[in-house]
């Protein structure tokens, strides 16, 4: 009897477990169609192992393990692996660090700028001595920053902005420069605020530098870009410093929309390993109206290119779309691992409409998987409030492309 890679597959996620849990197996149920799923804590019981590499903030990003997961188990080195809803880029790290070529697409341009240059790492004496080369002058902001830095430190915020350039090392400085621009240490450019995975609005900062009785301290931002370097660069032997340059030679990046990706070949991807925009729960370029400043971008443009949807029948249209693409691209055999979560206080599953989604477009279903976890303090998404907007389960449908 011969054994499909859709029972290969399900029989690896039932036989999987953990210290003292082992995988529950259930059935989701769709109209007249029964599809298994698989409930486990499948990889955040590894949640702190991840390489440093990966340490760079962004508003609701998974974490390593997941991509990694899959990575593991479909691919094999020198596969591709796609994200085209990039993010941060933590699948297209982990896929990099794992010796598979990487395809990248994020409609918006801050996705490449904190991903491409951990492809090309500098070493920090390279950083240290480019950070030397320029001058601090003082200047302004084209705009009001006085309630995020300290004077002196908008003035080396701006002079970094203005003479940074395209190159390796200038592209790991602003990768660096644009993930510490606020937080809550003093490990970042700014006063005390809150997530350091955006930036809060001009008034609102406002209003949390009164409360608190805040005024921006002076911050050194050349001691915090090395600082966050050596951190970053803390598991990166010169082993994988290769492997990821030799990568970051064949990989691709696109800022384009997920459903026009014409200049991915046909069927060239191995795995897909995602998460797109659930519904309007996260306003990614108002989040990053900052970061967008300092890159050059107009947020207000890639706002409106995101697709954020109030109603699950807009969001199911443009996911439909999405899907399309992904069957085209991916090679017979191939899989995409679709994270998608519970909005609405659970209300709604977005996996429920997501199976019929890559249904239509071609794909075979071979499962869901729920990654629960117990949180105590935050859900996935920073700034949502705990199994209510946001949720603490992630769950991921598994697609495969029949050869």
Not at 31 to 43: D, I
Not at 110 to 133: A, G
Not at 178 to 206: C, D, E, I, M, V
Not at 375 to 394: L, Q
Request: proline residues 3%.
């Amino acid at each position: 009897m011969v054994v499909s890679s859709i029972e290969k597959a399900q029989a690896a996620l039932s036989q999987f477990t953990l210290v003292d849990r082992e995988t529950m197996i259930d059935e989701l149920i769709l109209g007249s169609t029964k599809y298994s799923k698989f409930v486990n804590e499948f990889w955040t019981a590894k949640q702190r192992q991840s390489n440093s590499i990966h340490e760079i903030s962004y508003r609701a990003c998974y974490k390593p393990e997941l991509p990694n997961f899959f990575i593991d188990i479909f691919t094999k080195e020198g596969d591709v692996v796609y994200d085209p809803f990039a993010g941060r880029g933590t699948t297209l790290i982990e896929a990099a660090l794992m010796n598979r070529q990487i395809i990248a697409n994020d409609v918006n341009p801050l996705s490449k700028i904190l991903t491409q240059p951990r492809l090309k790492i500098p070493t920090i004496k390279e950083v240290q001595k480019r950070l030397d080369l320029i001058k601090f002058i003082n200047q302004r902001a084209d705009i009001d920053l006085s309630m995020f830095f300290h004077r002196d430190t908008e003035s080396e915020i701006v002079s970094l902005k203005n003479n940074l350039e395209d190159n390796p090392i200038d592209n790991w400085i602003r990768m660096v420069s644009t993930n510490r621009l606020t937080g809550h240490s003093a490990g970042f450019f700014s006063g005390y605020t809150l997530p350091p995975n955006q930036a809060a609005s001009q008034r609102r900062q406002k209003l949390i530098n009164k409360r608190l009785g805040i005024v921006p301290s002076y911050k050194n931002t050349k001691e915090i870009i090395i600082k966050k370097s050596q951190s970053l660069m803390r598991n990166i032997n010169s082993d994988l410093s290769r492997r990821l340059e030799d990568v970051s030679s064949t990989a691709i990046f696109s800022s384009l929309d997920s459903r026009k990706t014409n200049h991915i070949s046909s069927d060239s991807v191995h795995l897909t390993v995602t998460s797109p925009p659930f519904l309007n729960i996260v306003r990614y370029a108002e989040d990053n109206w900052l970061r967008s400043w300092f890159n050059g971008i107009d947020a207000s443009k890639i706002e409106s290119k995101i697709s954020s949807c109030r109603t699950v029948d807009k969001w199911s249209n443009i996911m439909s779309g999405v899907f399309s693409e992904l069957y085209r691209v991916t090679v017979p055999g191939g899989w995409v691992a679709f994270e998608v979560g519970e909005v609405n206080n659970g209300k709604i599953k977005l996996d429920e409409h997501v199976i019929p989604l890559g249904i239509s477009s071609g794909f075979i279903c071979a499962g869901v998987m729920v990654n629960s976890q117990d949180f105590t303090k935050t859900s996935n998404i920073w700034g949502v409030e705990n199994m209510k907007i946001g949720t603490n389960t992630n769950r991921i449908v598994l697609f495969h492309k029949s050869k």
